[in-house]
């Protein structure tokens, strides 16, 4: 979770400001004053200690982080500066370079005074809100609205600040208008969800206070080393996929949005293949029923909504990530998430090429599991995915399988040994991956199970969304060229974290404490070269609508850099060499050209990254209409030409089944066209 991230668990964007007088930083009566408590102090000398004796890094406290550290806060509370006039801020920067001496002394007054102020403005500023909702809206006024902020400068006045408001609520009001709701249900919806948000702002208390600044300390160092504390710790955690049904998510609270912190593996989210991390969920129904509004709703009314019988269904409205133009929907069957439904699972899918049916595997692996406790306590049998896929690739060899497939698409990590075990199945003895720790010492761990146990050919799908453990063995399997990397370019997550419990360093502390998770180690390939930022290219690249600039690793202004070690010694096989490589690619660009689903792929890869780069958003009801309907008949047209191309699904597959799934799944089957390509 990066400093990005974490202002959306409880900052809602876009929160109005008062102009700055000598009376600005009374606080009103009805708002409960927050103050530090006694076991903050204790967490900011374990948060200290722990970062310089142990972080990667390995930072001194300055002044130099200091400033850094400033502005990071002031980001976390209002990175849309839509709450601070620049003369707040330049009130505030007299204590730019003294934070890090508060810290040496586990003071964080200055902290709380910030946020007070902030607490202040935010609240006033509802009832201007309030007039705009009554006042009502013209949506045939030819106007919009700016999308980016990034070069937003700190507002002058609380004029300008109060038309930034006017076009904010009239596109809330728009986008209301367009799913159906009249007049009267805009002005109700809006109205309640701003009552909303005053109730929440109200129930702010010390922990979020401090909370917000220790990350901004700690994501001074990169972005995966947070300070979480007690309760943010229990709702980050929240999880939909042990005991409870629901869609399998993690969700955090923003004040605003209920925001999708990590989709679990196996669920019916991840199955869905439609939501990922960071969107915002804004509305819930409840099988064919209306939707009911979720912004500004707190976290546990939201997950009550979503959470449900095992088959029944819920329908989501979600905004992905930053972008608030598009309402997206989602329809999800409720399940109940269990260790059978993370694991690896195998089926066999046969491809026509030429005059041959080539028999492929498809081996799909949610994440990097392990039974840690059965392996500590001797368990034999013990659950593992390099276990559970040594067996089905025995299944598969006795059904004749030509090729296997390993699709590591939204696999986001999990069990280091696992990415080194799997590798094993497939490579002789030798190196998998290496990791530097941050006294500078270098780890070489190693594959040492003798021999391989599957031999034939090999192709690994992935995408931007496969990082860190997917990362190690895509890398691995591509440095010994024993196999095919298809898909997209991965999230580049080449660093190893660690959790610190703060109530363990004081047992007998009455009161919960928070804890702190701290980048220790980083990986590197058998080659050398570092997977952070950069992830791993495919032999076969794949168009992608996420540019690294906005998803992955490299989009994080304070992530690790990348760099390169030494290489270890390996003995890449003759399974895969530039001949085969290119001739994939060659038949890879000319299936651009000529696939249906791929072209029509390519369109909406191409309006996702439209929409991403798009500056402004129309406030005209007919313009945005036209764009709507324009959408709609757009996707009606791909519908039909896809389904009009069935005739070339029965071609090269058997089974309806198998049509069906190819046509709804275009990069599985152009992975599987190049499979069957690498086997012949």
């Given at each position: 979770m990066n400093l990005k991230e974490l202002k959306k668990l409880l900052i809602v964007g876009w929160l109005g400001l008062l102009a700055f007088s000598s009376q600005a930083y009374v606080l009103k009566d009805s708002v409960t004053v927050l103050q530090p408590e006694q076991k903050h102090s204790m967490e900011i000398g374990l948060t200290m200690d722990i970062l310089s004796r142990y972080h990667y890094l390995k930072i001194d406290m300055n002044d130099s982080l200091s400033a850094v550290i400033f502005d990071n806060y002031l980001s976390a509370l209002d990175d849309n500066k839509a709450y601070f006039t620049k003369s707040d801020v330049d009130y505030f920067s007299k204590y730019k370079y003294r934070l890090d001496d508060d810290l040496k002394e586990r003071n964080v007054d200055v902290a709380f005074q910030i946020f007070r102020i902030f607490r202040e403005r935010a609240e006033t500023r509802i009832t201007y809100i309030q007039t705009l909702i009554d006042g009502g809206f013209d949506f045939s006024k030819e106007e919009s609205i700016e999308l980016s902020n990034d070069e937003l400068p700190w507002a002058m006045s609380e004029a300008e600040i109060n038309e930034r408001w006017r076009k904010i609520i009239k596109s809330q009001a728009l986008?209301?208008?367009?799913?159906?709701?009249?007049?009267?249900?805009?002005?109700?919806?809006?109205?309640?969800?701003?009552?909303?948000?005053?109730?929440?702002?109200?129930?702010?208390?010390?922990?979020?206070?401090?909370?917000?600044?220790?990350?901004?300390?700690?994501?001074t160092y990169d972005p995966h080393t947070n300070y979480f504390s007690p309760i943010s710790s229990e709702n980050f955690n929240i999880n939909m996929n042990l005991s409870l049904e629901g869609i399998g998510a993690r969700l955090t609270q923003s004040m605003d949005y209920t925001v999708i912190n990590e989709v679990i593996a196996g669920g019916p989210a991840f199955k869905s293949k439609q939501l990922h991390k960071d969107d915002k969920i804004i509305g819930v129904a409840q099988g064919d029923e209306e939707y009911v509004d979720v912004i500004g709703w707190r976290l546990q009314d939201v997950v009550q909504l979503i959470r449900g019988p095992k088959g029944s269904v819920v329908r989501l409205q979600y905004l992905k990530g930053d972008d608030e133009a598009i309402v997206n929907e989602v329809k999800i069957i409720r399940e109940k998430i269990n260790l059978e439904d993370e694991s690896a699972k195998a089926e066999m899918i046969p491809i026509s090429k030429g005059n041959k049916v080539y028999n492929l595997g498809v081996i799909t692996i949610p994440n990097f599991y392990m039974n840690f406790e059965d392996a500590r306590n001797g368990v034999p049998d013990y659950r593992s995915v390099s276990r559970d896929v040594q067996k089905l690739i025995a299944d598969l060899q006795t059904k004749n399988v030509d090729g296997i497939m390993i699709d590591l698409r939204y696999n986001g990590g999990g069990a280091l040994p696992e990415a080194i075990n799997l590798t094993g199945l497939f490579i002789d003895k030798g190196p998998v991956v290496q990791v530097k720790h941050s006294n500078g010492e270098i780890d070489v761990q190693k594959n040492t199970n003798g021999g391989v146990f599957y031999d034939g050919p090999l192709a690994v799908l992935v995408n931007r969304f496969s990082a860190s453990a997917s990362e190690i063995f895509s890398a691995a399997i591509q440095d010994y060229h024993r196999g095919v990397i298809i898909g997209e370019t991965t999230f580049g997550k080449g660093t190893v974290q660690q959790m610190a419990g703060f109530n363990r360093y004081y047992p007998n502390y009455p009161e919960k404490m928070g804890n702190l998770k701290f980048t220790l180690s980083k990986y590197y390939r058998v080659s050398g070269s570092s997977t952070q930022n950069i992830g791993v290219t495919p032999d076969v690249e794949f168009p992608s609508a996420f540019d690294a600039s906005e998803f992955g690793e490299s989009s994080r202004p304070n992530s690790l850099k990348w760099d390169q070690i030494i290489s270890s010694y390996y003995k890449p096989t003759n399974n895969v060499n530039k001949d085969i490589v290119g001739h994939l690619n060659t038949l890879f660009q000319n299936d651009l050209k000529t696939d249906v689903d791929l072209k029509n792929l390519q369109k909406d890869i191409a309006k996702m990254k439209a929409n991403q780069d798009r500056k402004e958003l129309s406030l005209n009801l007919e313009e945005r209409k036209q764009e709507q309907d324009k959408d709609t008949e757009e996707s009606d047209k791909q519908k039909k030409l896809s389904e009009s191309a069935g005739r070339i699904y029965q071609e090269y597959t058997t089974t309806e089944e198998d049509q069906e799934k190819l046509r709804e799944d275009p990069y599985l089957k152009e992975g599987l066209r190049l499979l069957a390509e690498l086997v012949k």
């Open positions: 986008n209301l208008k367009l799913s159906g709701k009249d007049d009267d249900g805009i002005k109700e919806t809006l109205t309640k969800r701003y009552q909303r948000y005053q109730k929440g702002i109200n129930q702010y208390n010390s922990d979020d206070v401090f909370q917000f600044f220790m990350n901004a300390v700690a994501e």
